[in-house]
């Protein structure tokens, strides 16, 4: 279990900066990785573990500071170049080849050849070799799709470690796992560890953590805040590494008095299309009035944004439940009846699914209130010019001209397009997910100011995002999802960082707003 | 038209010259200096080396309308030559055979078209097969279609008798109001029809809501439908018009060969594809629109008219014409960066 008595780390990153633009996303962060340990790199979302993992992959190469593998320095410019020097990340998506068999994926782009020709039948007694060793017993011809997803993520591993791969970085590996299947990659995690492997680990989730760490490694605000044995980062003390900061502008949510009920869900629940059966949401009831802004707490996979497309009647049949929106029962079974009734859903990721940005700006703003800009069939260039410039202004959108594409605007401007869109439809419900994503400091607050006034206006909102101060700014109200159900409801009073944390990783025992009602 | 975002306002004709409307100009007043270089011992400058161009060019015009509307929303349509061929033996037989006036045959005509296209849209849309494929499988079934109801054979004005031998019937007044030229015979009437299905188009896909929304779904569907677009009735509604289009081509070609051939239309679709083109049109959909199918269409007519008033053989031609559609595109694609 302990880390061996071979104190030359595998792995050493020294003073690790590195800067996206102006904004620097990691400051002098140190991180290492010793023979036969599982050292869990821990964060909030945006603290840059992702960042960091990439140098140490060869994905970043224009930082600064100095990566040493066995005491070497070394700079990987290019991923094959890190698989090269031993270091093998496993991603959530998994890097396979799903038509290919499995010992063709562990031989891809070195395939043992003879005059040119694939050698299956070494090819595969090789690959048995790899996967017998990992404790798994599989037939190597049959194709990786015919695996669960379990399986396959042994696989991914049985290919590192048949390149040689000496530390291994998993992202988040057991998000797609039920409990077993957890188990049996902890066993081989394990046995990796005996066999002299470094592992890092990144995880959202608590028992995880306790169960598998051997050291932590905190990052917040891309700042290396500290490294300590597990046995000496109990759960409470590690949250407050992770949150410790202080909480500024408080101010800028003014809250207005609040309406009716705008909007009731009792026993919503997400079942995604594809192979996970489990429901993305399970059971969530829930309430917001007329002026509330109800903030979702919640990491990676707390269903959130399922929760949100299923309100939308964006998941069809698969959401079930019943929905009240000013006590009128509602069943959407697509967008368009809930654009139709007033709900308005911003997507977390504007680039795929918020815009058209081969369109102009003014096709995009008006794209959700066609109907109602054009009655009769036929478009009124003028109307959806003036209705445009209206919500430009509003929104303080800044554009050339409204005839640029959408794609040519800066991510701020292109943010608030995709407000404007759903604005010019005067919804009731505005389901905002991850509103400023992307959005440098000057635009956030405009937006901030924009919620107020649109909750003045009796709006209700929904809020998703995963910067824990933005959430309790915000928010009047918020309820903490883990794993697609509920974990708990906090009044703005009640929300701290470290409650609201914990609860979001699935730790209950600290849980004050338990059972607290509106 | 040109929906170009240079920010470079500096040379005004630099910056016409670089969107795709202004490239696809340039590369038809090249076609036409080529005309007045290669003019065939004056026959370009004949009034009657133009009227036969675009009334030649009309009946792949026709087809090139319906495609665009369908490679705007991000889809393509292989079936119009089919279908063209469908409609051309169906119209033959109902005006030449059966007398039907041409207020039965015109609508007759555009419910075939609607009827097969309307098919290969929920094939795509619905069922969610690839346009590709879903039009592959109607273009095959539609020649089937053509030579299941004209028996294999060319429906003409020839009828037999009950002894075996022939007779004539006359050619059916509707044909011979399309094969009609106006104007001092000046102008086709193919080409007017062209002129109008250009119109209709122009008018969907410019002045409609439902032209937005096929730009919309080319440009990002998942996008489309999250903002509310009725993605399924507004793909559906572009292969629907597109057969419609092919449906009119249809009855025109009849029109001017005064028979209905099973085997028209071969190859017609790749033609219509490479005048969307040629046009700068995206065929990722999204981009591009009707005017600059204008442009393909004539640059195509002109080029094919231009290299047989030259008595270019027609293997060359095929040739010529296929390095000039690859050019076309390529100077297109580098004004996207």
């Avoid at chain 1, 918020?478 to 960082?497: D, K, N």
């Avoid at chain 2, 097969?116 to 929920?122: H, I, Q, T």
Wanted: charged share 15%; proline share 4%.
């Amino acid at each position: 279990m302990s880390p061996g008595g071979n104190f030359t780390p595998l792995v050493c990153l020294s003073h690790i900066t590195k800067r996206f633009g102006g904004a620097a996303v990691l400051q002098n962060v140190q991180f290492e990785v010793r023979s036969g340990e599982v050292h869990v790199l821990a964060g909030e979302n945006g603290a840059g573990k992702s960042t960091l993992i990439k140098i140490l992959a060869g994905v970043h190469t224009d930082f600064e500071g100095r990566i040493e593998i066995d005491g070497k320095a070394v700079r990987p410019q290019t991923p094959l170049e890190a698989k090269a020097l031993g270091v093998a990340v496993i991603h959530q998506e998994l890097s396979l080849v799903s038509s290919m068999s499995v010992a063709d994926n562990l031989f891809l782009g070195r395939q043992l050849t003879r005059c040119g020709l694939v050698q299956d039948a070494r090819q595969q007694q090789e690959a048995a070799l790899w996967i017998q060793r990992l404790g798994l017993d599989i037939d190597v011809r049959k194709l990786v799709e015919q695996f669960p997803i379990a399986v396959q993520q042994l696989i991914e591993i049985a290919k590192a470690l048949s390149q040689n791969a000496r530390v291994i970085v998993m992202d988040e590996p057991t998000s797609a796992l039920n409990a077993p299947e957890v188990g049996r990659l902890f066993a081989l995690i394990q046995s990796l560890k005996v066999q002299g492997c470094g592992i890092v680990y990144i995880s959202h989730k608590m028992e995880e953590i306790e169960r598998i760490a051997d050291r932590i490694t905190v990052l917040r605000d891309g700042q290396w805040i500290g490294t300590a044995p597990a046995g000496e980062l109990p759960m409470a003390k590690l949250i407050r590494w992770m949150v410790g900061r202080e909480l500024n502008g408080q101010s800028l949510r003014h809250q207005p008095p609040l309406g009716e009920e705008r909007l009731r869900v009792e026993n919503f629940s997400v079942f995604p299309a594809g192979k996970s059966k489990q429901p993305a949401v399970r059971n969530i009831s829930l309430s917001v009035r007329a002026g509330e802004i109800l903030g979702i707490g919640g990491l990676q996979g707390s269903g959130a944004s399922e929760l949100f497309l299923g309100l939308f009647g964006g998941c069809g049949s698969a959401a079930l439940g019943k929905v009240r929106l000013d006590g009128q029962e509602i069943d959407f079974a697509s967008p368009r009846q809930a654009i139709a009734t007033g709900v308005a859903l911003l997507t977390n990721d504007r680039k795929a699914t918020g815009l058209i940005l081969s369109l102009s700006i003014a096709a995009n703003a008006t794209l959700a209130d066609l109907r109602g800009l054009s009655p009769a069939g036929w478009r009124r260039p003028a109307r959806e010019r003036a209705a445009t410039e209206k919500m430009a202004g509003l929104l303080h959108l800044r554009a050339a001209s409204l005839d640029l594409e959408a794609g040519a605007l800066s991510g701020g401007n292109q943010q608030k397009l995709a407000l404007a869109k759903w604005l010019q439809i005067r919804p009731k419900l505005l389901l905002l997910d991850e509103p400023t994503r992307g959005v440098d400091i000057g635009a956030k607050r405009e937006i901030y100011q924009l919620m107020n006034e649109w909750t003045a206006q009796g709006i209700a909102i929904m809020l998703i995002t995963s910067e824990m101060p933005e959430l309790l700014m915000l928010s009047d109200r918020i309820i903490v999802l883990h794993r697609g159900a509920m974990s708990a409801e906090f009044s703005r009073a009640q929300a701290t960082p470290e409650a609201v944390l914990a609860t979001a990783m699935g730790l209950n025992s600290c849980q004050p707003g338990a059972g607290f009602q509106n | 038209m040109a929906k170009n975002s240079s920010f470079d306002k500096k040379n005004p004709l630099l910056q016409a010259v670089a969107s795709p409307a202004g490239r696809a100009f340039l590369a038809l007043l090249l076609v036409l200096a080529l005309g007045l270089i290669f003019n065939g011992d004056g026959a370009f400058f004949k009034m009657g080396t133009h009227r036969d161009a675009l009334r030649q060019a009309s009946v792949y015009g026709l087809l090139a309308c319906g495609m665009t509307l369908v490679i705007v929303s991000g889809g393509i349509d292989l079936s119009v030559g089919s279908v063209l061929a469908l409609t051309a033996v169906c119209s033959a037989q109902m005006a030449i055979h059966w007398h039907w006036s041409g207020w039965l045959v015109v609508p007759a005509c555009l419910m075939i078209g609607a009827g097969c296209g309307g098919v290969s849209g929920l094939v795509t849309a619905r069922l969610r097969v690839q346009p590709f494929i879903a039009t592959l499988s109607m273009m095959v079934l539609a020649r089937g279609l053509a030579k299941y109801t004209s028996g294999g054979m060319k429906v003409s004005t020839a009828m037999m008798n009950a002894d075996g031998t022939y007779r004539y019937v006359d050619v059916p007044p509707l044909f011979r109001w399309v094969d009609n030229r106006i104007l001092g015979g000046n102008v086709s009437m193919v080409t007017l029809i062209f002129v109008a299905g250009f119109a209709v188009a122009w008018g969907l896909m410019s002045r409609h809501r439902w032209g937005r929304y096929l730009y919309a779904i080319g440009g990002n569907e998942e996008a489309s439908r999250l903002s509310g677009v009725p993605v399924l009735a507004a793909k559906t509604g572009a292969y629907i018009f597109s057969g419609m289009f092919a449906g009119v081509a249809g009855l025109c070609q009849a029109a001017q060969e005064q028979q209905g051939d099973p085997e028209a239309g071969a190859g017609y679709e790749l033609i219509a594809i490479a005048m969307v083109v040629i046009g700068g049109t995206s065929l990722m959909g999204g981009r591009g629109g009707i005017g600059l199918t204008l442009l393909g269409v004539l640059t195509i007519g002109y080029l094919d008219k231009i290299l047989s008033i030259n008595a270019v053989p027609e293997a060359g031609r095929l040739m010529l014409t296929g390095v000039i559609i690859v050019a076309a595109v390529l100077t297109q694609r580098r004004s996207r960066t």
